[in-house]
């Protein structure tokens, strides 16, 4: 998850630095306009987080327009911790989901999802290791989201694409 892990912690990702409030339009703006840097919330399982670092540090390769800040709601997967994650995934232009052995079953990471899904955002899956046939997510396979390997113009072109 964000989620879907014992203690409840989601991952927000943000974009670069034109990204943020915007004080002329007195709200926050998810995308730099321009940039082609998009806003992204990732979702995870807790035991995958070694792997998301990794995928946050290579994000800040200049290759790429993706830059992942870490913006965890360290909270238990209650209604404050939902609130919280309804609002971070709003402000995000895409929703990418880690794939890894046990996300598919995570309470937190399957809700997380069908919030993307009912405020509108797009849903990416990532799977962490492409020699391992992983579960989707049934709401994913529902919706046909877009499933793509580990690599990082792969995942920047299906978030392009979203």
Not at 94 to 108: C, F, L, N, Y
Not at 118 to 124: D, N, Q, S, T
Request: charge should be positive; hydrophobic fraction near 30%; include cysteine.
């Amino acid at each position: 998850m964000g989620g879907g892990s014992r203690s409840g912690r989601p991952s927000y990702a943000g974009g670069g630095a034109r990204s943020g409030y915007s004080s002329s339009l007195n709200k926050y703006v998810p995308t730099n306009q321009g940039t082609g840097i998009r806003r992204a919330f990732i979702s995870f399982h807790m035991e995958d987080e070694a792997q998301v670092e990794l995928l946050r540090h290579q994000a800040r390769s200049d290759r790429f327009d993706l830059e992942f800040t870490d913006y965890s709601v360290k909270e238990p997967f209650d209604e404050r911790w939902k609130s919280q994650c309804t609002e971070r995934i709003r402000q995000t232009s895409v929703v990418i989901v880690m794939i890894g052995e046990e996300t598919h079953s995570r309470p937190a990471v399957l809700w997380e999802i069908n919030k993307a899904y009912e405020l509108g955002k797009p849903v990416i899956g990532v799977r962490m290791y492409k020699d391992a046939n992983h579960k989707i997510p049934e709401q994913m396979q529902f919706n046909r989201a877009k499933i793509v390997n580990w690599n990082m113009k792969d995942i920047q072109d299906a978030m392009e694409g979203s």
